[in-house]
Nanobody, 122 residues
Framework: QVQLVESGGGLVQVGGSLRLSCAAS????????MAWFRQPPGKEREFVAA????????FYEDPVQGRFTISRDNAKNTVFLQMNSLKPEDTAVYYC???????????????WGQGTQVTVSS
């Protein structure tokens, strides 16, 4: 059983930066594709970014491409999401997720964290 705990969310002004962390525990965490999703107020959960098991491959949704960076440290069982040039539309609850398959579909992810709130004020 994989457990995921997010941290690092908060209130930030437009143009600011935040770094989210996801601490993972459980067997063979390093074998999973890890991703970040987000759920804006009143909207469905959406894919943000994913990183392969060894960190060698990353994929981003268009709205965050060039502003967000996903990375992982398997020695520390931690996944990061560095968010720069934040915009009001980035306001959402951000979730960490783990998948043995790896995709942009939430249903393909077996394990989820509880989420961390990110609010970008203008």
């Amino acid at each position: 059983q994989v457990q995921l705990v997010e941290s690092g969310g908060g209130l930030v002004q437009v143009g600011g930066s935040l770094r989210l962390s996801c601490a993972a525990s459980g067997p063979t965490v390093s074998n999973y594709v890890m991703a970040w999703f987000r759920q804006p107020p009143g909207k469905e959960r959406e894919f943000v970014a994913a990183v392969s098991w060894n960190g060698g491959s990353t994929f981003y949704e268009d709205p965050v491409q060039g502003r967000f960076t996903i990375s992982r440290d398997n020695a520390k069982n931690t996944v990061f999401l560095q968010m720069n040039s934040l915009k009001p539309e980035d306001t959402a609850v951000y979730y960490c997720a783990a998948s043995t398959l790896g995709s942009t579909w939430a249903k393909e992810y077996e394990y989820w964290g509880q989420g961390t709130q990110v609010t970008v004020s203008s």
